[in-house]
């Protein structure tokens, strides 16, 4: 939704096909940090009003271990940088009713069932109605009667997801793939209630890891490390709660506030990634091209950063023929997505606790964090990172001049 935005503002036309329906985007609570970098960009292309009035802007975090808070100071160690706690699907929102108040073209629960013609300048994409993400068997599926449909087009930008055919449409053997999971997953509950702290809380305890997030004044975002195979009903709010403060408790007796909760939700970690992130005309952004675990706060960023850098190569296209940022597409994308990799997975490791690693590996974690919290070079790295890096929209390898 957002590229097609950018390319609206440049006059260049597209047509989106939305897997899902309008009613389940709009309603569905995925991830929540926008990097400064997200929300300037939001602003400057006249999607920001909604989020600059309801987002919460933050300017540090707290890392919480060992029975006591530590405070990253992100805004002043990084020259004034900040967060905004403002939905996903708030920012959806905004870009569907900006995008149709335009006379875009959404199609909704729809999606791609083939692509063809990638390596010739009229790429087609065949696309079905009546589609639906079948979690369980991880694949989409289509309600029996509705007939395929083309969109022929100049360019394909592959925003459908890890299971949309977009990947899958780079021939294997020039697809990389790069994968690492994890032994656990995020429970998470969305609750009523005011903020039990005014900046996230990101917490490593011998029971594993927990996070105090937020959504709004009222609705607050909890999640602590558990079995990515349990299911949510084996926890009943009492036994959540109970989890949660052992967690989350502190020696000076901070209380954590409860509420009802109102979903629960459990998420498997994972870091992926797929290369090259272009194949002809077909263009892999987001979710479809690489996945971080939600620690680093990343996956909608990185979301944002591509069609950034896809757009700008697009509008060089339309308005000078010239294929020089669309040719470094893969490359410019890919040296952002693999320093969120590592940031990813380094807040995931520092973070967790491995049932199936021994005592040292803790220790090792806990002095990492003391670490982390005390010497303002380590915090500083941090902070740069959970920002969003300053990375230079030109190729990594190239020195200039
Ligand atoms: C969230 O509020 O959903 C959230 C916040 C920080 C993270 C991950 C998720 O690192």
Redo the contacts with the bound molecule.
């Keep these: 939704m957002l590229l097609s935005h950018l390319l609206h503002l440049q006059g260049i036309d597209s047509v989106v096909l939305e897997l899902r329906s309008r009613e389940d985007v709009e309603t569905t609570?995925?991830?929540?940090?926008l990097e400064d970098g997200t929300a300037t960009l939001l602003k400057e292309t006249g999607v920001g009003e909604r989020m600059e009035k309801e987002g919460a802007v933050h300017h540090g975090i707290e890392l919480r271990f060992g029975g006591g808070g530590r405070r990253i100071d992100m805004t002043g160690l990084t020259g004034g940088r900040t967060i905004t706690?403002y939905?996903q699907h708030e920012v959806v929102k905004d870009l569907y009713r900006t995008r149709l108040e335009a006379g875009g073209q959404i199609i909704f629960e729809a999606a791609a069932v083939s692509l063809h013609n990638l390596d010739i300048s009229k790429p087609k994409i065949r696309f079905r109605r009546g589609a639906e993400l079948d979690l369980d068997a991880r694949a989409v599926r289509f309600q029996g009667g509705t007939e395929e449909e083309e969109i022929t087009c100049d360019f394909v930008a592959g925003c459908d997801g890890f299971f949309g055919v977009s990947r899958l449409s780079i021939p294997e053997d020039i697809r990389r793939e790069y994968t690492r999971t994890y032994p656990f997953g995020?429970f998470?509950i969305l609750v009523e209630g005011p903020p039990s702290s005014e900046e996230?809380i990101?917490a490593l305890h011998e029971r594993g890891f927990s996070?105090v997030?937020?959504?709004s004044p009222e609705i607050q975002?909890l999640?602590f490390q558990c079995d990515p195979n349990d299911k949510t009903e084996n926890w009943p709010d009492d036994r959540i709660w109970e989890e949660l403060r052992t967690r989350l408790a502190t020696r000076d007796g901070w209380t954590l506030q409860e509420g009802n909760i109102f979903q629960k939700d459990i998420v498997g970690m994972r870091s992926f990634v797929t290369e090259p992130m272009q194949h002809g005309r077909l263009f892999l952004a987001g979710d479809a091209a690489h996945i971080v675990p939600?620690?680093?706060?990343k996956g909608m960023n990185l979301a944002v950063a591509d069609v950034r850098v896809l757009s700008r190569a697009l509008t060089e296209f339309y308005s000078t023929g010239q294929t020089i940022l669309l040719d470094a597409y893969s490359e410019t994308c890919l040296r952002r997505v693999w320093n969120a990799q590592r940031f990813s997975w380094w807040?995931t490791s520092m973070l967790h606790r491995f049932h199936d690693g021994d005592d040292y590996q803790y220790r090792l974690q806990k002095a990492e964090l003391d670490y982390v919290t005390s010497s303002r070079a380590a915090a500083t790295s941090l902070a740069e990172n959970y920002v969003g890096l300053p990375l230079h929209e030109t190729t990594g390898a190239t020195s200039a001049g």
Excluded: E, I, N
């Design positions: 609570v995925r991830a929540g940090v706690v939905g995020w998470g996230l990101y996070l997030s937020t959504r975002r999640y939600p620690t680093g706060a807040m």
